[in-house]
């Protein structure tokens, strides 16, 4: 079966700081994996997801994320935060069935 | 792309009373769609999921049901709710386990 963990509920951080939000999922079969991004009281917006190709993949805001097979980790960087990327950061995996099976959440409070 | 509507957005009902939760979808035809809920302080739960008119598939027992009278509806339902069923309530759609799921806007239900 396939799960995901995400081993930091929260993590605090000051403006300009870099962080990593970490990922660690577990599967017998080929992956793919996704972070999405929640703001307060509203839905979830893909950030960036691997399929295949180049294990380093990037979104438009910043966000980079390194798929490591061995490791079988998948965490989330960003070289400078901004006040605005305060929000809940979800890793997930996609299953055979399709839909997506969650980590418990990262919750990324940037302060000024 | 997809657009995926929700609601209500918030709902307080006393335990006992009878639940629905209504989510359609725009800008396709033929969607995958699922519900999920996040309780306080966990991650997100898959409750079920539809891959076509009158066919869904649960993941956990619980005192929830779900339809899909229609191509694009998408409906969760309890008769009696419990306290346990407070939750942000997310309904989705995704094509293909390599795509972009697109997430509603939630419906936070409170049950007192």
């Known amino acids: 079966a396939q799960s995901v963990t995400q081993l930091d509920s929260q993590v605090p951080v000051f403006e300009e700081a870099p962080v990593e939000l970490r990922c660690n999922y577990s599967?017998?079969?080929?992956?793919?994996l996704f972070w999405y991004v929640q703001y307060p009281n509203q839905g979830l917006q893909l950030l960036l997801k691997?399929?295949?190709?180049?294990?380093l993949v990037e979104s438009i805001n910043g966000f980079e994320a390194e798929f490591n097979k061995s490791q079988t980790s998948f965490h989330l960087r960003k070289p400078s935060v901004h006040i605005s990327d305060t929000a809940e950061y979800f890793c997930?995996?996609?299953?055979?069935?399709?839909?997506?099976?969650f980590g418990t959440g990262t919750r990324l409070q940037v302060f000024p | 792309s997809q657009t995926i509507h929700q609601w209500p957005a918030t709902l307080v009902q006393p335990v006992g009373s009878p639940l629905s939760l209504e989510c359609t979808v725009e800008?396709?035809?033929?969607?995958?769609l699922y519900w999920y809920r996040q309780a306080a302080g966990r991650g997100l739960q898959l409750l079920f999921y539809?891959?076509?008119?009158?066919?869904i598939s649960s993941e956990v027992p619980q005192n929830l049901s779900a339809s899909r009278p229609q191509d694009r509806q998408f409906i969760l339902s309890s008769k009696k709710l419990l306290l346990s069923d407070s939750g942000f309530y997310l309904c989705?759609?995704?094509?293909?386990?390599?795509?972009?799921?697109?997430f509603g806007q939630g419906t936070r239900l409170t049950v007192v």
């Open positions: 997930a995996v996609s299953p055979w069935r399709g839909g997506l099976i």
């Open positions: 599967s017998s079969v080929s992956v793919y």
């Open positions: 691997y399929l295949s190709g180049s294990t």
């Open positions: 800008g396709t035809s033929n969607p995958n």
């Open positions: 539809s891959v076509g008119i009158g066919q």
């Open positions: 989705a759609e995704q094509t293909t386990r390599e795509t972009e799921a697109f």
